[in-house]
Structure formats: C-alpha cells, structure tokens
C-alpha cells in the first residue's frame, strides 16, 4: 500500500516536499517512482529511485529542481521540490515496481499506486 501526503497550494518559487509512505514486504527489491498528471493530460514520469541502493534517475525538466530519497527507517519515499513554477500543478502519484534492472520510466510497467496528492502552484 502507498499513501501519499505532502501536497497543497503554493506559490511559485516555493518548495514542497511530498511524502510517500509505503507498507509491505521486501521493500528493498523495490523501484520506486513519481508520476505527476495535469488536467487533460497523461501521467507523466517524475523521477526513480532504486531501494536497493538509492540510484535516482529524473525526467529531463525535472533535474536540478526535484530530488527523490528514501528514509529507510520510516518506509517513506520524499519528492522534494524546488523553485516551484505553475506548470508544474498536478495531481503526483507515487508508484512501486518489482526491480529487474533499470528503473522503468513507463507507467504501464508499475504495479502499485498510490491515491495521488495534488499540488497546485500559483504565479
């Protein structure tokens, strides 16, 4: 079970810090990922990460603003986001799939979700 948290209304240039808690077994075999949709649009891939050994990977836009850590402790999955701009509203979902090499980037090959937690950011 994934259970989203974190999300809100801010404005642009703000930060956020989304929160993905994540129940079950074996989480270490796990890939993790972020997927973002907008009204009218697909669901789109965020970023990664490999809970194995925490290899993160980004969608291009997202590189250098937004960051993808796991608290092993806490069985929690963070997307931090920076320099927040309006384009970036949406619903963000928090996904989970059996490792088998590179982190997918295809929401198609994910198994699990979450409920999705909206962010909306004003300019």
């Known amino acids: 079970q994934l259970v989203e948290s974190g999300g809100g209304l801010v404005q642009a240039g703000d930060s956020l810090r989304l929160s993905c808690v994540v129940s079950?077994?074996?989480?270490?075999?796990?890939?993790m990922a972020w997927f973002r949709q907008a009204p009218g649009e697909e669901r789109n891939f965020v970023g990664g990460?490999?809970?194995?050994?925490?290899?993160?990977i980004y969608a291009d836009s997202m590189k250098g603003r937004f960051t993808i850590s796991i608290d092993n402790a806490k069985n929690t999955v963070y997307l931090q986001m920076n320099s927040l701009k309006p384009e970036d509203t949406a619903v963000y979902y928090c996904?989970?799939?059996?490792?088998?090499?590179?982190?997918?980037?295809?929401?198609?090959?994910?198994?699990?979700w979450g409920q999705g937690t909206q962010v909306t950011v004003s300019s």
């Open positions: 990460i490999r809970w194995s050994d925490i290899t993160a």
């Open positions: 079950g077994r074996f989480l270490s075999s796990y890939d």
């Open positions: 996904a989970a799939h059996w490792s088998s090499g590179a982190i997918p980037r295809f929401k198609t090959t994910y198994d699990y």
